[in-house]
């Protein structure tokens, strides 16, 4: 039947099954799909990760010719969701309109060693192929890659040197984005002007008199400070290391690889002292993304 090949796919499947394992009871195939299915080659299923739905995988039917347009419609609660497809090991990256999801796993199965057409088949049937391929209803969220791109929130913020009674704490919004701390100067809200406080060359460092609070200062002569007391350990860890690595650098330069970006975030530009900018590996039009960077 199988190649070696496939067999050896097969034993070391290893995108993330534990997390495959977190998610809830994926949606099984009825006795009657899976007769459909086999009663002719050119016809399978593919698994889509939907949060939408109440078993969030649901395997959906459909044939070679079918479009990802097409699922998603079937998908649809109000609005119809982009699909998005992940290979393993890769970046998941937005499918077009008329790109064929069952076509695009057949190839890529058949790439791993998988050669016999009715084990392709019936690989496609079984809900854990998502550790080999997987389809996403709506953009997958990523943790990692919208920390990359931004770190935002409400916290009690202070400017100034500690020691100073003068410099109240008051509630602000604020963003950690490109090469730079932003703080609104209206509560809440970032409808008033934005205090921009560059960080290459600069500090972030602890503050042991306030719980959970980190010190974001500038570098040179004129340099300026901001504290911000966090709400919970976890935020704080979370800022202070993306912190660190911003005034860690030499050069003004952000790494936004692969982080599925369809658009420069708009945060993005406070960064004027911004010289390198790397977005391989993104969704950004070309044409879309040299209007942002000339604004």
């Not at 649809?76 to 008329?98: C, F, I, K, N």
């Not at 809900?127 to 931004?150: D, M, N, T, V, W």
């Not at 600069?202 to 959970?212: A, I």
């Not at 609070?213 to 993306?242: I, K, M, N």
Request: glycine content about 6%.
């Amino acid at each position: 039947m199988g190649s070696a090949a496939s067999a050896s796919s097969l034993s070391t499947r290893s995108l993330d099954r534990k997390t495959l394992l977190r998610h809830k009871q994926p949606a099984q195939l009825q006795p009657s799909d899976r007769e459909w299915v086999r009663s002719d080659l050119r016809r399978g299923c593919v698994h889509v990760h939907d949060r939408r739905s109440a078993s969030c995988l649901r395997p959906v039917l459909c044939t070679l010719d079918t479009t990802a347009g097409e699922i998603a419609h079937r998908l649809s609660h109000d609005p119809t969701p982009t699909l998005y497809v992940q290979l393993h090991g890769e970046t998941a990256r937005r499918l077009e309109l008329d790109e064929k999801p069952l076509r695009i796993q057949k190839d890529y199965l058949f790439k791993l060693g998988f050669k016999d057409p009715w084990r392709v088949q019936e690989e496609g049937m079984d809900s854990e192929i998502g550790s080999l391929i997987r389809f996403y209803a709506g953009k997958p969220h990523s943790i990692e890659s919208s920390e990359r791109i931004q770190l935002s929130g409400s916290y009690n913020v202070r400017k100034g040197k500690m020691q100073l009674p003068v410099n109240r704490w008051t509630r602000r919004q604020v963003i950690l984005c490109g090469t730079c701390l932003i703080v609104s100067s209206v509560k809440d809200s970032q409808a008033g002007k934005m205090h921009v406080l560059p960080l290459i060359g600069g500090k972030v460092e602890e503050v042991r008199k306030q719980t959970h609070c980190l010190a974001f200062s500038s570098s040179g002569p004129q340099s300026q400070s901001y504290y911000v007391s966090f709400d919970s350990f976890t935020e704080h860890l979370r800022w202070q290391r993306q912190a660190a690595k911003m005034v860690s650098q030499r050069i003004s330069s952000v790494d936004l690889s692969c982080c599925s970006l369809e658009r420069l975030p708009p945060n993005l530009f406070y960064s004027q002292d911004l010289t390198h900018l790397n977005l391989k590996r993104n969704f950004l039009s070309a044409s879309r993304c040299l209007t942002d960077l000339q604004r």
